[in-house]
């Protein structure tokens, strides 16, 4: 996020600069891509009305992996060249069927996952995007037969 920072110099005699304000963007200092297995080249082809793991590697902060992102990760799934809609407007997993889970980190395997429950209804590609504060964190598409 963005951070206000107030700097100013005192010398070894106690004489202070006036003060300095100015904005610093606290982001990650890597994010590794897009989702894991079982998206092969960012895509999968899946069974509409079947469940599917959305994985992706935990992004890092310049001390060490965030793996504190889980209750913030945004979900969202959107119809690609006339893909039926999936009944929710862009919102987080809990707009999404019954019996999809939340968002946890795994620490074993330095990812997070989320366990899609889809509909049967859900037909064509659409793009699956995770993001956390805005940040594009994993994306890639999904086709329901």
């Known amino acids: 996020g963005v951070n206000e920072v107030t700097c100013y110099a005192e010398d070894a005699s106690g004489n202070q600069s006036e003060a300095h304000v100015f904005e610093v ?20 082809t899946a069974k509409a009305g079947s469940t599917i793991p959305f994985k992706f590697l935990a992004p890092s902060y310049s001390g060490g992996l965030a793996t504190d992102l889980a209750s913030g990760l945004r979900f969202v799934l959107t119809p690609v060249d ?15 069927a019954a019996g999809s889970t939340a ?16 509909l049967k ?24 037969r």
């Open 121 to 144: 209804g859900w037909k064509g590609v659409y793009e699956a995007t995770v993001s956390f504060q805005g940040i594009v964190l994993a994306t890639g598409t999904v086709t329901f």
């Open 25 to 44: 963007v606290v982001t990650f200092a890597n994010v590794p891509g897009g989702f894991l297995s079982p998206f092969k080249h960012d895509h999968i």
């Open 82 to 96: 006339g893909a039926s809609d999936v009944g929710v407007d862009e919102d987080t997993f809990e707009d999404y």
């Open 103 to 118: 968002w946890r980190y795994v620490p074993e395997d330095e990812h997070y996952i989320f366990n899609l429950k889809t």
